[in-house]
């Protein structure tokens, strides 16, 4: 029975020329392509950058079939394939030639007045503050108050996003398998009135992390999903913590990583 290959690809013009050339390759092996998710797939190939893997795995909402990434966008931290090297990657997948990467997802659980819910990144959480304003939060690690933040907001990141957002706001780069996540304050203030730690913490994947915005902050809060906007009122708290879900990467050079980290960032 042939193989079918779920491809997502964004609109730009070197993201069709890949996706044209893969078909091709693809389907002279014997392989069905399809373009929207089908279940029963492979394998899950994102063609474009960074947003077009994580369009991809929300969209697929975190399947555990595996995903490689083709880079056509500008920074491609999660695709390791190049568009020179398309062959060759085929070819390998053909051969078994990888190994396959998991890679821990975080949860948020929220309260608002009247309901519970449940939310999934494979990069980041952010709360921040919805205004100009700064926005205040209780803290907690398993259940014991750490602080009380005031500022801008903070970001809960997972090893495989800390070199994202979480990056840019002085946060440690985690390697993709180290099994824990990480708090990290946005422009925390750090005065006589107010007093948060500036370091950004490494929290034990067998620990929960729980934030509680304080009465005067409860409607300035925006929440965010590996960019993207949700807009809930009211939230009384949230609550962080290892998903039961992972997903699945092939990797193809096991160096990738910080070959990967020197070319993009360095
Ligand atoms: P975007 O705003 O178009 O792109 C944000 C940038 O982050 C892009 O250059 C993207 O790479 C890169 N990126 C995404 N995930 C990464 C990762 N795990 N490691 C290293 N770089 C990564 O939005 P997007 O492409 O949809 O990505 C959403 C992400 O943007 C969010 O999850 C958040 O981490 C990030 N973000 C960063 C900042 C900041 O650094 N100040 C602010 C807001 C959001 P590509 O160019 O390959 O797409």
């Given amino acids: ?78 695709q390791e394939i190049s568009f020179e090297n398309i062959e060759k990657f085929i070819n390998d997948y053909i051969e078994e030639n990888y190994t396959m ?14 309901m519970n819910l449940s939310k999934k990144c494979l990069n980041e959480f952010v ?7 700064i926005i205040h939060l209780d803290i907690f690690i398993d259940d014991n108050h750490l602080e009380t933040f005031a500022g801008d907001g903070i970001i809960i990141s997972t090893p495989s996003g800390s070199t994202a957002y979480n990056m840019s706001a002085g946060g440690s780069i985690m390697y993709p398998t180290v099994r824990g996540f990480q708090l990290t304050a946005v422009a925390p203030i750090f005065s006589k009135v107010y007093r948060s730690l500036s370091n950004s913490i490494i929290i034990p994947n067998t620990s929960s992390l729980k934030i509680i915005p304080l009465e005067k902050s409860y409607k300035k809060i925006a929440f965010t999903a590996d960019g993207i906007d949700h807009k809930y009122e009211n939230i009384s708290y949230f609550k962080f913590k290892k998903a039961y879900k992972k997903i699945y990467k092939l990797v193809f050079n096991k160096d990738w990583y910080w070959i990967n980290m020197k070319d993009k960032f360095l």
Avoid: W
């Avoid at 709360?127 to 304003?133: A, Q, W």
């Fill in 1 to 78: 029975m042939k193989k079918i290959i779920n491809i997502f690809c964004n609109d730009n013009d070197k993201s069709l020329k890949a996706f044209i050339k893969i078909k091709e390759i693809l389907t002279k092996k014997d392989f069905i392509i399809s373009e929207k998710f089908n279940k029963d797939a492979v394998l899950n190939i994102c063609i474009g950058g960074d947003g077009s893997f994580i369009r991809g795995v929300h969209g697929t909402n975190f399947t555990k079939i595996p995903f490689v990434g083709v880079n056509t966008g500008t920074l491609g931290f999660y």
């Fill in 101 to 114: 990467e998991k890679i821990r997802l975080l949860e948020c659980e929220m309260q608002t007045n009247d």
């Fill in 127 to 133: 709360i921040r503050s919805n205004s100009s304003e």
